[in-house]
């Protein structure tokens, strides 16, 4: 992403309202079995040695699907994620083809959703 894009994606972020939290907690697990059926609102990374390779968290849309969201280097389409003090933020935004067709971003478990004349529309899980 150049310098421009992250610019604007960061003045974007700092002219929206500061969403409440939306996710509860981040856990980290050892393997995708260790997942729970239901993960309510938190969000669960499968971490396997000292990678990351997995996120799961249900869709904020509230409709009941699960997401898994890739973040391993050696798969794509793949997602970044940093957590800081408890809280999960992903990069790029997540824009889903089916399903509900959401698209929005999570930043320091927040949701902040793309409205469809935004021109931040990047990527797709």
């Known amino acids: 992403m150049d310098r421009v894009k992250v610019k604007k994606l960061s ?9 409440p939290q939306y996710f509860g907690r981040v856990r980290t697990v050892p393997r995708m079995s260790a997942v729970p ?3 309510g609102r938190d969000i669960y ?3 396997k040695g000292r990678r990351r390779a997995w996120a799961v968290f249900n869709c904020p849309c509230e409709r009941g699907h699960r997401l898994v969201v890739n973040l391993s280097s050696s798969r794509r389409p793949r997602w970044g994620v940093s957590v800081r003090r408890g809280l999960a933020s992903f990069w790029p935004s997540l824009w889903l083809k089916e399903e509900c ?10 949701i902040y959703w793309a409205s469809s004349d935004d021109e931040y529309q990047w990527d797709e899980v």
Do not use: T
Not at 11 to 19: D, G, T, V
Not at 101 to 110: E, M, P, T
């Open 101 to 110: 067709k959401s698209h929005f971003w999570i930043r320091r478990n927040r």
């Open 45 to 47: 990374l499968v971490e």
């Open 37 to 39: 059926s239901d993960v």
């Open 11 to 19: 003045r974007w972020f700092k002219s929206q309202k500061e969403e």
